[in-house]
C-alpha cells in the first residue's frame, strides 16, 4: 500500500483523496490525545480538530514525507496545544482562587511562585515536559540520558514538589 501523504502533496485538490488521508491519520491521532488527556473525549476532539487545522494552515503537508511523520507533526501540535490547555486553566483558577483568598490565607499564586522558587532550571523544564505529556522515555530521548536516569529525575523532582507544598502548608499554619 502506497503511502498517502506522498500522493496528497501531488493533487492537493483532491477531496478524496484528503478525505482518505484524514480518515487514516485521524484515529490514531485522537487515541493518542485520549491517553494524554486521561480519557476526556470532548477535548481529545478538540484538541485533534485544532492540529489539523494547525497542520493544513502551516504546511505541514510539506513538513513530512510520510504518514508516520504526519502522525507524529500532529501528535507534537496537539501536546502542546494541551500544555496551552492546562496553563490556561492553571492561570483562570490562580485568579479565581486569588480573589477569593480570605485575609491571612496564602494566595495559590504566591504558592506556585514558591513552588517554581524551589525548583532549579532542570527541574522546571522536567515539570514542563511532564505536563506537556510527555512520557518518560520520550523525556529520556530529549534529553540525551537513559531511562531509568530520566526516571530518577522524575522522582527527584516529585520528592522536591512534595517537600515544597509541606514547606507552605507549615508557613501557613504556623
Do not use: C
Not at 108 to 113: D, R
Amino acid at each position: 500500500m502506497s503511502d498517502e501523504t506522498a500522493r496528497l502533496r501531488d493533487g492537493t485538490d483532491d477531496q478524496q483523496r484528503w478525505r482518505e488521508w484524514y480518515r487514516a491519520v485521524y484515529p490514531r491521532l485522537f487515541f493518542h490525545l485520549v491517553r494524554k488527556t486521561n480519557g476526556n473525549q470532548a477535548l481529545s476532539e478538540e484538541l485533534a480538530q485544532g492540529a489539523f487545522e494547525r497542520f493544513v494552515r502551516f504546511d505541514g503537508l510539506g513538513k513530512v514525507a510520510d504518514n508516520e511523520q504526519a502522525v507524529a507533526y500532529l501528535r507534537r501540535i496537539g501536546l502542546r496545544m494541551l500544555a496551552d490547555y492546562l496553563a490556561t486553566l492553571v492561570e483562570v483558577s490562580t485568579v479565581q482562587a486569588d480573589t477569593v483568598a480570605g485575609p491571612g490565607d496564602t494566595p495559590p499564586s504566591e504558592t506556585i511562585e514558591h513552588l517554581a522558587a524551589a525548583l532549579g532550571d532542570d527541574e522546571k523544564r522536567l515539570l514542563r515536559l511532564l505536563v506537556e505529556g510527555w512520557t518518560v522515555s520520550e523525556i529520556a530521548e530529549r534529553l540525551g540520558i537513559s531511562y531509568s536516569a530520566a526516571s530518577k529525575r522524575l522522582q527527584r523532582l516529585r520528592q522536591a514538589l512534595a517537600a515544597a507544598r509541606e514547606d507552605i502548608k507549615k508557613q501557613s499554619l504556623g
